[in-house]
Nanobody, 121 residues
Framework: QVQLVESGGGLVQPGGSLRLSCAASGSIISIYAMGWYRQAPGKQRELVGTITSGGSANYAEFVKGRFTISRDNAKNTVYLQMNSLKPEDTAVYYC???????????????WGQGTQVTVSS
């Protein structure tokens, strides 16, 4: 069984910062790309950014220069550092991981349960 668990969400004032974490655990052989998505109320889930196993990251235009994705392969963990937060960044943030699981030796994408980020004064 593979699980992704996010943490680090909360309430922050505009202009503030938050760091989200997402740890993968369970029967994992290797993890390929990991990513962050978000979903605001009444809107579709959208991509925030992704990072390869080698550490190369790509970002959506609306977060470039403000958000940074990194990962610690030894800990099977991906991070999302969010700076200069705006009210429009308010959403539930989800991580995902494209990984090779040991149980069936198959490649599959798993999702975390989501963590709420609220940007408000």
């Amino acid at each position: 069984q593979v699980q992704l668990v996010e943490s680090g969400g909360g309430l922050v004032q505009p202009g503030g910062s938050l760091r989200l974490s997402c740890a993968a655990s369970g029967s994992i052989i290797s993890i390929y790309a990991m990513g962050w998505y978000r979903q605001a109320p009444g809107k579709q889930r959208e991509l925030v950014g992704t990072i390869t196993s080698g550490g190369s990251a790509n970002y959506a235009e609306f977060v470039k220069g403000r958000f940074t994705i990194s990962r610690d392969n030894a800990k099977n963990t991906v991070y999302l550092q969010m700076n200069s937060l705006k009210p429009e960044d308010t959403a539930v943030y989800y991580c995902n991981a494209d990984l090779l699981e040991r149980l069936y030796t198959r490649r599959k994408t798993y999702w975390g349960q989501g963590t709420q980020v609220t940007v408000s004064s």
